[in-house]
């Protein structure tokens, strides 16, 4: 903008600016709004100091009882490893990325990412489920692709709830640490 056309706004809008000065009482009743606040804030924060170590032993009790219902073996029950070698090695990579992601999670101590992460293993443990009746379906269909092909597509969804989970807490940081950084600029 140019500088004559600034100054002429200004000009224009010099008797319209707030000239006042502040009561002197301002920064005293300003300070009891401040303290007033920050005692809200501790009250809410009494409050999720209760249920955070709650959630977090919970969601580790759901990790556990996941990890326990996914590395579990049923010599009776066919599952890709007895179809051949190469669907042998497929299995052992997407079971050893799952452990992988789980125990990236399970190293997730804060309190405030527990909820993401009961809901990822909530679904983790749908697929689970349904990978268990992939199983019986492999068993009665004598190796059916589709069958084959719809157990690889569920190791990969929970390859893919892991990964999103892992990413979403990262964000979840840098706008954490953003936040902090410019609160404590101000």
């Known amino acids: 903008m140019n500088t004559d056309k600034l100054n002429t706004l200004f000009e224009d809008l ?20 401040l303290i007033a606040s920050q005692d809200v804030a501790e009250t809410t924060a009494g409050y999720s100091r209760l249920w955070k170590p709650i959630l977090g032993i919970a969601a580790s009790v759901v990790l556990l009882v996941t990890l326990a219902i996914g590395f579990q073996t049923n010599t009776n029950e ?12 497929t299995q052992d990579f997407f079971t050893n990325t799952i452990a992988a992601e789980l125990e990236k999670l399970n190293t997730e101590d804060s309190p405030e990412f527990q909820e993401i992460i009961v809901d990822a293993l909530f679904q983790i443990k749908i697929l689970e489920e349904d990978y268990q009746n992939l199983k ?11 069958v084959i092909h719809a157990m ?30 410019n609160s404590s600029t101000l």
Do not use: C, W, Y
């Open 14 to 33: 010099k008797d319209q600016f707030d000239m006042e000065e502040p009561r002197s009482d301002h920064e005293q009743r300003f300070i009891e709004k």
């Open 136 to 146: 019986l379906a492999l068993e009665e269909s004598g190796d059916d692709q589709r």
């Open 152 to 181: 690889i597509t569920n190791f990969q969804n929970r390859i893919d709830i892991l990964q999103n989970v892992s990413e979403q807490i990262e964000e979840l940081k840098l706008i954490k640490n953003d936040t902090n950084e």
């Open 78 to 89: 066919k599952d890709l490893a007895s179809v051949s070698p190469e669907m042998a090695t």
